[in-house]
């Protein structure tokens, strides 16, 4: 009997002991997931942290490495044989990557990703939507680093051959990028079409159903452009560039919706770097 007591307590002081044990993993359980879990909830469905926390993801210099191009190229007959129709000498332009990062990609990317803002209100945009427009933003241009110094920052006017030679570059950074095996195909779209239109114009010519997160990419990379100053043009006054953007609008070029969205976040001055 005594041992039995003895047993009975000691099975009591172990129960207790787990019980403990058990209600710490309990808190512990509970308390993590209270930590976790709504910041997972406000990830999943608002995303809204700012352009700048997202710039860090996604990051343009992890692909500016010269070997890493070059083994992109290697073997991709495609590029291979847009750059031997054209007569380009194959050249690694990293520096005109480089060098647009401040004053257009980032812009860029702040513009449109204000305009997807604005947006929201009544077009629902899923997290990889979010995404495939900031990485959209800033790889938009990455054909550029295949494209001669001498054309692409040509402070004439260019011929035909030249122009053609610039407009490749949609093209080219879709084959690259594609090529890598790190982009997905909302994004691929984006940098392939980012210079096309709702009625069909523009380039590269092909037959595609422009999808909205392209054409918020193409309204901000236009208004981008007009305000920068560049070895061709003169920067131009915000009123000046929405002007010049309504009657695209007209033309039925750009969206009446994105356009909208676009005015408003220049006229409240929403975006950062405008
Ligand atoms: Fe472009
Ligand atoms: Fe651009």
Redesign the pocket.
């Known amino acids: 009997m005594t041992v039995g007591r003895y047993d009975e307590s000691n099975n009591s002081q172990e129960i207790a002991a787990a019980n403990l044990q058990v209600n710490k993993l309990l808190n512990y359980h509970i308390k993590s997931s209270l930590d976790a879990k709504p910041f997972d909830f406000i990830k999943e469905h608002f995303f809204n942290e700012r352009v700048e926390k997202l710039l860090s993801k996604v990051q343009l210099y992890e692909f500016t490495d010269k070997k890493l191009i070059m083994s992109l190229i290697r073997g991709n007959k495609k590029v291979l044989n847009l750059l031997n129709k054209y007569d380009i000498e194959l050249e690694i332009n990293i520096k005109n990557l480089e060098s647009i990062t401040n004053v257009h990609l980032n812009p860029t990317l702040e513009i449109a990703y204000g305009i997807m803002e604005e947006l929201s209100s009544f077009i629902r945009f899923s997290v990889s939507d979010k995404k495939a427009v900031i990485r959209g933003a800033i790889f938009?241009?990455f054909?550029?680093v295949l494209i001669p110094d001498n054309v692409l920052n040509s402070k004439n006017k260019l011929n035909t051959n030249e122009r053609k030679i610039v407009e490749l570059?949609?093209q080219l950074?879709y084959e690259l990028l594609k090529a890598s095996k790190q982009f997905d195909e909302k994004t691929l779209n984006i940098i392939r079409n980012?210079?096309k239109f709702i009625d069909g114009s523009g380039y590269p010519e092909n037959k595609i159903e422009l999808d909205i997160l392209t054409h918020i990419i193409t309204a901000a990379?236009i208004y981008t452009a007009l305000r920068e100053k560049r070895s061709y043009k003169e920067s131009i006054s915000s009123e000046k560039a929405l002007e010049i953007m309504e009657n695209l609008v007209k033309s039925n070029k750009l969206s009446k919706i994105v356009y909208d969205a676009l005015k408003k976040l220049i006229e409240n001055k929403k975006a950062k770097q405008i």
Do not use: L, N, P
Request: glycine residues 20%; hydrophobic residues 10%.
């Open positions: 938009h241009d054909g550029k570059h949609a950074g980012h210079h990379d």
